[in-house]
T-cell receptor
Framework: DQQVKQNSPSLSVQEGRISILNCDYT??????FLWYKKYPAEGPTFLIS?????DKNEDGRFTVFLNKSAKHLSLHIVPSQPGDSAVYFC??????????FGPGTRLSVLP | ETGVTQSPTHLIKTRGQQVTLRCSSQ?????VSWYQQALGQGPQFIFQ???????GRGNFPPRFSGLQFPNYSSELNVNALELDDSALYLC??????????????FGPGTRLTVL
């Protein structure tokens, strides 16, 4: 049973537009969420995180939104750039212990 | 400050053999976690070591074992390899204060192929 779901395996967006990546979770004990980006032949790179006491966190072009009642979070990238093309993983944890990852969404930003 | 490094980068083994993968944590980090990433899937948590002791384990059999050394480097050992063990193995280090981890930083991974 997948506790963290990313229902879109892939997403294509035009350069300069907004990319929205979605993530759903089932475990109500999760209280800390992260997004990672992964290029081929590299390990995942941390992007941004959010604690369950917040509903939004921004870092430059990246914003994460958390809707606890819906058990849903999303990552917004504005504006999207070709270098953002990668696989994006959503991860969740309870008390910042063992992290559970989703299956990933492949983002392609078209020039 | 050096990042997380892993060795080897690629490895080919046959069924039934044993393998040891190595990880050097990022400077200042005291916790290391190991993940298995099968093709097309997200990383699956294997186990975590904190101050040289196992501190959490995912749904993996006992033939997956590990060590963390005083310098916080780590090994992942897999015995009696099976074909399904073919995957990318990722090591992630973090700084834990008590039970709370700060963000994990990943190494590039070791690609294991079992024939």
């Amino acid at each position: 049973d997948q506790q963290v779901k990313q229902n879109s395996p892939s997403l294509s967006v035009q350069e300069g537009r907004i990319s929205i990546l979605n993530c759903d979770y089932t475990n109500s004990m999760f209280d800390y969420f992260l997004w990672y980006k992964k290029y081929p032949a590299e390990g995942p790179t941390f992007l941004i995180s959010i604690s369950s006491i917040k509903d939004k966190n921004e870092d430059g072009r990246f914003t994460v939104f958390l809707n606890k009642s819906a058990k849903h979070l999303s990552l917004h990238i504005v504006p999207s750039q070709p270098g953002d093309s990668a696989v994006y993983f959503c991860a969740a944890s309870a008390l910042r212990q063992n992290f559970v990852f989703g299956p990933g969404t492949r983002l392609s930003v078209l020039p | 400050e050096t990042g997380v490094t892993q060795s080897p980068t690629h490895l080919i083994k046959t069924r039934g053999q044993q393998v040891t993968l190595r990880c050097s944590s990022q400077s200042g980090h005291n916790t290391v976690s190991w993940y298995q990433q099968a093709l097309g899937q997200g990383p699956q948590f294997i186990f975590q070591y904190y101050r040289e002791e196992e501190n959490g384990r995912g749904n993996f059999p006992p033939r997956f074992s590990g060590l963390q050394f005083p310098n916080y480097s780590s090994e992942l050992n897999v015995n009696a390899l099976e074909l399904d063990d073919s995957a990318l193995y990722l090591c992630a280090s973090s700084l834990a204060v008590g039970l709370t981890q700060v963000t994990q930083y990943f190494g590039p991974g070791t690609r294991l192929t079992v024939l």
